[in-house]
């Protein structure tokens, strides 16, 4: 985000006018561009250690901007170190142990998996493209990882291929986790028949909280579509995202946060941090519900949820519902204006087909009359358009707000 660096005028005259470089952006007059090897390289073997204070900021990660423009979360020494002994403790992670992830550094996911585990002494396996499905599977093969960290998305890549599920992966690998996104419970049932009952994790966590708050325990009970619960030190509550009154047992609601690894704020945007943290706790964004046991399961961001005549519509319940049909390899439900009525929305859903099944008005109305059956009347979307690939981030989260501004253009 280049813009967050420019003088206030620029910066908002180069976001109305759209010209604030995004491309690679050449040396600047007087400075010198040192290259990361060339620097490690002129860099002492034995550096001289420098104190630094539990606030100081170790870096500035910005976040996905799946939702709108990305933010310089600024964490902390603190935040971060005690995300670090937080994620350790709750996953039993041992020197001994090695990791396979696809997330890259510049996404936190990967800052901290690679920052946690090498300081415990655990291997990393490098992944040079995370959408190179036969890299990872033999890298599974000749590494042999005891831990699999990825987005759905590789997973449900994997699982496509042949060779991942003749793998033997039961004899050295202990646990699959995933975050950032939604895994439907029969991709889960898939995953476990070739990792082993009981070995898949799921976890939630945003780059403002270092970035894990929620998970399901390692060696407790896990629950499929359930996030978990809140990991050590970490204080979550449901509140009604109008009124602010605490939501009951079963009942949905936004998940506010607090704890030690939150971050410091958003670099140069005052009134974000404002709005996103209130004495102490961050306004996630995000609806769930919890059971009796404690469990939280996700049901969709406040920014996608949908308003249909008054009718509340969660958008990730119909994607889960949608990705049941057998014809269906992945969708997404958005809200877009309802032109009748004024104030109101109509769901849209873009869809991909599995490989073989052919984009018709016949393939529309099989799919539409599964939803008729399966959730109610006002849920059913007034748009569905089929599409090769659904529009992903870098890390393969899937941009909503990109699909919406597509069926707005249709």
């Not at 009952?197 to 359930?226: D, H, W």
Request: include cysteine; proline fraction near 7%; hydrophobic fraction near 40%.
């Amino acid at each position: 985000e280049i813009a967050d660096f420019l003088p206030g005028v620029k910066r908002v005259l180069g976001k109305l006018l759209k010209k604030i470089p995004t491309a690679p952006i050449s040396s600047l007059k007087g400075k010198e561009v040192v290259t990361f090897m060339d620097a490690i390289n002129s860099s002492s073997a034995n550096p001289v250690l420098v104190k630094r204070n539990w606030e100081d900021m170790i870096f500035m990660m910005y976040t996905g901007g799946t939702t709108g423009p990305a933010k310089g979360a600024m964490l902390t020494q603190k935040s971060y170190m005690s995300n670090r002994h937080q994620v350790l403790t709750w996953l039993d992670l041992q020197p001994e142990d090695i990791a396979l992830s696809a997330f890259p550094l510049f996404h936190i996911a990967g800052l901290a998996l690679g920052g946690f585990t090498m300081t415990q002494g655990i291997t990393q396996i490098c992944v040079p493209n995370p959408r190179d499905a036969h890299f990872l599977i033999n890298a599974l093969k000749t590494y042999k990882p005891t831990f699999v960290v990825n987005v759905p998305t590789v997973y449900f890549e994997l699982l496509k291929q042949p060779e991942f599920k003749k793998l033997n992966l039961k004899t050295h690998l202990k646990w699959c986790l995933s975050a950032a996104a939604p895994f439907p419970a029969e991709y889960i049932k898939s995953l476990e028949e070739i990792i082993g009952q009981g070995n898949f994790i799921e976890l939630y966590g945003m780059t403002e909280m270092s970035p894990v708050m929620i998970c399901n325990p390692r060696y407790g009970t896990k629950k499929a579509s359930s996030i978990g619960m809140p990991i050590s030190d970490t204080d979550v509550k449901l509140i009604d995202p109008e009124t602010g009154q605490l939501a009951n047992i079963g009942e949905t609601g936004e998940i506010i946060i607090k704890g030690p690894q939150l971050m410091k704020g958003y670099y140069n945007k005052p009134d974000e941090i404002a709005k996103a943290v209130k004495d102490g706790w961050m306004y996630t964004g995000d609806v769930a519900k919890m059971d009796e046991d404690g469990y939280f399961y996700i049901v969709d961001r406040v920014k996608d949820m949908v308003i249909v005549s008054g009718f509340k519509v969660f958008t990730r319940e119909l994607d889960e519902v949608l990705a049941q049909h057998p014809d269906i390899e992945i969708a997404a439900s958005v809200g877009i204006p309802d032109p009748e009525r004024p104030g109101s929305e109509r769901v849209g859903c873009a869809i991909v087909l599995k490989p073989g099944i052919e984009k018709s008005e016949q393939e529309k109305e099989k799919i539409l009359q599964y939803l008729k059956e399966h959730v109610a009347p006002y849920k059913v979307p007034k748009l569905i358009v089929f599409m090769d690939q659904l529009p992903t981030s870098g890390v393969g989260k899937i941009l909503k707000r990109e699909i919406k501004k597509m069926l707005l253009e249709m």
